[in-house]
């Protein structure tokens, strides 16, 4: 984590989200960048830990770990503070349940597919190299891209990153970008893409799409790619416009597939989606309103097996007027 983003987090123990967290930064390189360390609230202690460079902002660590054993294993196997080992040691003896590989981190069912879809060597692919037309398994992006006005000024923040590739899309467009998502080794994959390409203008956490450590009226726009079914809905567009300025962008894609992920609220289609989005504050952009969109998103379960979806595209504006409980959810 670069040492200067501890000034964007914000204590997730506070509901007004203005607790700005500290740095206490264990193991360092010679670049600003925390290898190892924690942030901290001085207003209630409460610490979330930077691992590998990632910082873990999320409200519930115990949780977050026994959802993934495994990799916490490596974590504590591999730390090189004693703080971190005694800080994961402790945790440690409070799990009572163990799932070892979460669907999204290495190793579970979804990684693989949404790093094949974050790639860049698609036209080689044996699928799409037998599909006529279009040769880019990344239309979606670009759709997502090509609908964004330049902001030199401006702060984005794309929710549930994956693998970082719209964020890096869009350093290119706007001042500073943060990317969050809860998987550890999606984050990890997109940090190593940011220095990659020399991004100075980018950084990942881990984070809730749901509650994010960031302060009120924070960001120029707002990305959501292919979510609602994995999250509240109703939390996350109350959460997404607790954090737009007034009179700023969000942009949400999906494909309505409420049977590849559990249901938190309920099912939406293009219709009732549209009205909730209205309901919590937004006005759609005109082009959006009454046209859905089918986009192409191909997803590469393995050399035999392919996820082919249509997925819609939605552009609205925060409303400045209306207000928004996140409390009431």
């Given at each position: 984590m670069k040492t200067q983003?501890?000034?964007?987090?914000?204590?997730?123990?506070?509901?007004?989200?203005?607790?700005?967290?500290?740095?206490?930064?264990?193991?360092?390189?010679?670049?600003?960048?925390?290898?190892?360390?924690?942030?901290?609230?001085?207003?209630?202690?409460?610490?979330?830990p930077i691992i590998e460079g990632i910082a873990i902002v999320v409200q519930d660590m115990l949780a977050y770990i026994q959802n993934r054993t495994e990799m916490y294993g490596k974590w504590l196997l591999h730390c090189q503070s004693k703080e971190m080992k005694e800080y994961l040691t402790k945790i440690g003896k409070t799990i009572i349940v163990f799932n070892k590989s979460n669907t999204y981190e290495d190793g579970g069912i979804w990684y693989l597919p949404y790093k094949w879809f974050q790639q860049e060597h698609h036209k080689e692919d044996r699928l799409i190299k037998s599909l006529k037309g279009s040769q880019s398994a990344n239309e979606l992006y670009d759709r997502v891209i090509n609908s964004i006005n330049p902001k030199i000024d401006g702060i984005a923040l794309d929710i549930g990153c994956a693998m970082g590739k719209t964020t890096l899309q869009l350093a290119q467009k706007y001042s500073f970008v943060i990317g969050i998502d809860l998987s550890f080794s999606f984050i990890k994959e997109a940090r190593k893409s940011m220095k990659e390409y020399k991004q100075g203008n980018i950084e990942f956490c881990v984070a809730d799409a749901e509650s994010p450590p960031f302060h009120p009226m924070k960001f120029d726009l707002i990305i959501a790619i292919n979510l609602i079914e994995l999250v509240n809905t109703k939390k996350l567009l109350s959460s997404c416009h607790w954090l737009l300025k007034p009179q700023s962008d969000i942009i949400l894609t999906d494909p309505y597939d409420f049977n590849r992920e559990r249901i938190l609220d309920k099912i939406y289609d293009s219709k009732s989606f549209r009205s909730l989005i209205e309901e919590n504050g937004f006005e759609i952009n005109e082009s959006c309103l009454k046209k859905e969109a089918f986009i192409p998103w191909i997803l590469k379960i393995n050399e035999r097996i392919y996820l082919f979806y249509f997925v819609d595209f939605i552009k609205a504006k925060k409303l400045s007027k209306h207000k928004v409980n996140l409390n009431k959810y």
């Open positions: 983003f501890v000034n964007h987090l914000v204590c997730l123990n506070h509901s007004d989200k203005q607790i700005r967290l500290k740095l206490n930064n264990l193991i360092s390189d010679n670049q600003n960048e925390c290898i190892e360390g924690f942030l901290y609230c001085i207003k209630c202690d409460t610490k979330y």
